[in-house]
């Protein structure tokens, strides 16, 4: 069964006196929330202040879910066809999505992990106990390879029609909420679909009704993308890499490295909400508040990049504002 190597503690005086010199700035200037991923960067860091990552990089992980081909009555789970995983994973290749395009405006390097399928959870398992040890492996080494190549900054995304009813699946399991309480809109769904999906989870919250353990769900309601999310969070944790999340099925990979390797959550800064409970209950899960509150639905890292610009940023003026306070208490 799948090791996850233990995570160090950011330093926390980092974090301490970076807060410390901004409260009490000469300049007399208050960045509110602005301050925290500042802050956090500088115990992920150890440095005072933080520095402005120098190899930041977005690994999109790209799966089809076999449950986007489920349809009620005609009427499918999501706003888009199976089809436009890869459509919409071609479209990254070829830099013309949005993140795409937002990434490298901010000089943010991008990579694709493609990773296996998953199977239709609501009749069969998501996968095998084998190929979720191959998924959590290739998560694993896609943050071992990067972070080898000097990356110091991480921002995974996913690719996948059907990957908000997967995350609904997993959270509500781990935390036994209800199927028609936890199920959000997706993609943007009509009432009809919503119906489609909250069948579709409660077929696959039957399945799993005795489970408990974390890498039991991540493999009978989970799948390769999920596992491989979780696989890359927990090693990048272990490695001291900051990860920047915004997505359902991120936040709760994210919850199930932090089951299986505590101490994960505080190199994760969230980036954003959306409108899926399942989203919602994983922050609170991770007790991670986000930095923005734009919504977003198109995944891909797209809404971590939003908040990336501001990250940056704020990095830039908690700088000028440290470097203040340590010439007003240095005036020689």
């Given amino acids: 069964m799948a090791q996850f190597e233990s995570v160090p503690v950011p330093d926390a005086q980092a974090a301490d006196a970076t807060a410390l010199a901004l409260g009490s700035t000469p300049l007399d200037v208050s960045l509110g929330t602005v301050n925290a991923p500042a802050v956090w960067l500088s115990?992920?860091?150890g440095e005072v202040p933080a520095h402005a990552?120098?190899?930041p990089r977005l690994v999109v992980f790209v799966g089809e879910n076999g449950i986007a081909?489920?349809?009620?009555?005609?009427?499918?789970?999501s706003a888009f066809a199976p089809e436009a995983t890869a459509q919409q994973a071609q479209q990254l290749a070829d830099g013309l999505s949005p993140a795409a395009v937002l990434a490298g405006r901010l000089g943010v390097g991008l990579r694709t992990?493609?990773?296996p399928p998953a199977a239709a959870i609501d009749v069969e398992n998501a996968c095998t106990p084998e190929g979720l040890e191959e998924a959590l492996a290739l998560g694993a080494r896609a943050a071992d390879e990067e972070i080898d190549a000097g990356t110091d900054f991480l921002i995974p995304g996913d690719l996948g029609v059907g990957s908000t009813t997967v995350a609904a699946v997993v959270m509500a399991r781990l935390t036994g909420t209800e199927p028609v309480v936890i199920v959000g809109p997706g993609s943007g769904i009509t009432d009809e679909a919503w119906k489609t999906k909250v069948a579709v989870l409660r077929d696959a919250l039957f399945r799993t009704r005795n489970l408990s353990d974390p890498l039991e769900i991540l493999q009978v309601s989970g799948g390769p993308t999920l596992a491989a999310l979780t696989g890359f969070i927990g090693r990048a944790a272990a490695r001291r890499t900051p990860l920047?999340?915004?997505?359902?099925?991120?936040t709760v990979a994210a919850v199930l490295a932090e089951r299986l390797a505590p101490g994960t959550r505080r190199w994760i800064y969230a980036a954003n909400t959306s409108r899926e409970p399942a989203h919602t209950l994983a922050l609170q899960d991770l007790g991670l508040t986000p930095l923005l509150n734009t919504l977003t639905t198109t995944g891909q890292g797209l809404g971590s990049l939003f908040a990336y610009q501001l990250l940056a940023a704020s990095l830039e003026l908690v700088a000028d504002e440290v470097a203040a306070v340590q010439a007003a208490a240095d005036p020689a």
């Fill in 113 to 115: 992990v493609d990773c």
């Fill in 43 to 45: 115990a992920c860091q």
């Fill in 53 to 55: 990552p120098r190899r």
């Fill in 69 to 77: 081909t489920r349809q009620r009555d005609g009427v499918g789970l």
């Fill in 244 to 250: 920047l999340i915004d997505s359902p099925l991120l």
